[in-house]
């Protein structure tokens, strides 16, 4: 089948926490004042993308795998992952805090949930004055203090804030206990995977006076309560190419800060996807450029090998399995 670099409709998400900032920073297509995701590029069942470009236009992202996964994935990820499509794209805005969540390994979702992990990465794109992120503890912890500050509702004072700018990175490995904080605008490559087991809410309700469920008998099995605090990302933001960030079993994903035409050649065998975290960019393939800009995500097939990214000012993420 014919190829080309595809752009998705995003699946965009109210959340209690949502704010507009997807809206009036990143141009998307909604009146809430709670929109909390924008689900760039999805195989979540249920929530598959639907492509809006070119001749494809309106066909899924599973259609497109089911014919084609070796030209879409790349030869070694169809054998990996079939035709299902490894990651999950979006950019968040979190108006307030999320709640204090983690994810479960490979083994454990499988298992549960018949689903991958969710190890993810986080870019901060935007955050306000004084906004930080909660990832991992403030000291060394254990199963009876962290459910004795459970129990307590003191969970807070063991958490480890970390104020954030614009360019910080974050690597959530399965097993850390994370928040994203109130004020932050971010984009988020992770695993296909929905599923997060929420221990702790600010015993916040809804219009209804419910409070969301809690997964703690779910989550204590999955807590790693030795992990190193290794979880902030220092990568060098050199100009005109691409310079590596997070390079895990899941995804690899490059910086690029682009003023030029670079010239590619995927010797990956695998998909690329281009998210726009600042400024404009084409890529030129075939002699036909395709624009995405702050807010947008592009996904190009693996079997489209060589072709061009042309700016005079972006920043890109460069993410493949």
Known sequence: MELYPLKFTPILKEKIW?????????????????????????????????????????????????????????????????????????????????????????????????????????????????????????????VETYLEHLENKTLPEILSFEPVNAGDTFFIEVGRVHAIGAGVLLAEIQQTSDITYRVYDWDRVDDEGNARELHNDLAIDAIDFNMPNNYKVGYDQSENQPNQMVSCPYFTTNYINLNTVLQKENHNDSFMIYMCVEGEADIIYNNQGIQIKAGETLLLPAILKTYQISAKRAKLLEVYV
């Not at 497109?64 to 994935?73: G, T």
């Not at 950019?91 to 979702?109: G, M, T, V």
């Open 18 to 142: 949502g704010g507009s900032k997807l809206t009036s920073v990143l141009g998307k297509d909604s009146q809430s004042e709670q929109l909390g995701e924008s689900w760039e590029i999805s195989d979540v069942e249920g929530d598959t993308s639907i492509i809006c470009n070119g001749m494809y236009r309106g066909k899924s992202l599973k259609w497109l795998l089911e014919q084609s996964p070796k030209d879409i994935l790349g030869e070694k990820n169809a054998k990996t992952f079939g035709t299902k499509f490894p990651l999950l794209i979006k950019f968040i805005d979190a108006r307030e805090d999320l709640s204090i969540q983690l994810h479960p390994n490979d083994e454990l979702a499988s298992k549960r949930h018949n689903s991958f992990g969710k190890t993810e990465m986080w870019y901060v794109m935007q955050a306000d004055k004084g906004a930080n992120l909660i990832v991992g503890f403030n000291q060394d912890m254990n």
